[in-house]
């Protein structure tokens, strides 16, 4: 299984990007795919996932409104689009996935590493002018 991170890179305050998260090895149909960020000396952080069935979404507080994740038909690749971006934003940013947890165990857990099995090597994220 791998998860090849693209997309990152630095972008101005109030700017956008989108990182790509595409999977071989695995049908991500299948999945739980959860997006998490990381900065310099804090704590791993969930920032959104998508159930594997029915495609329910997750977000942080903290990008609620400004980041939107996907996984297209079709593609086994997801998407995590990232708009109105602060410094704040700046981070390592990981795609994760997990084979179709249950769903209410997903609701409940989708921003805890610990969830998923599988983890990409991460894509950096720097917001700054």
């Known amino acids: 299984v791998q998860l090849a991170h693209s997309g990152g890179g630095l972008v101005q305050p109030g700017g956008s990007l989108r990182l790509s998260c595409a999977a071989s090895g695995v049908a991500l149909d299948y999945y739980a795919i959860g997006w998490f960020r990381q900065a310099p000396g804090k704590e791993r952080e969930g920032v959104a996932c998508?159930?594997?069935?029915?495609?329910?979404?997750y977000y942080a507080d903290s990008v609620k409104g400004r980041f939107t994740i996907s996984r297209p038909t079709g593609e086994n690749t997801a998407y995590l689009q990232m708009n109105i971006l602060s410094a704040a934003d700046t981070a390592v940013y990981y795609c994760a996935i997990v084979l179709a947890p249950p769903p209410v165990r997903l609701a409940v857990l989708w921003a805890s590493p610990s969830t998923y099995h599988y983890w990409g090597e991460g894509a950096q994220v720097t917001v700054s002018t």
């Open positions: 998508i159930s594997a069935r029915h495609g329910n979404t």
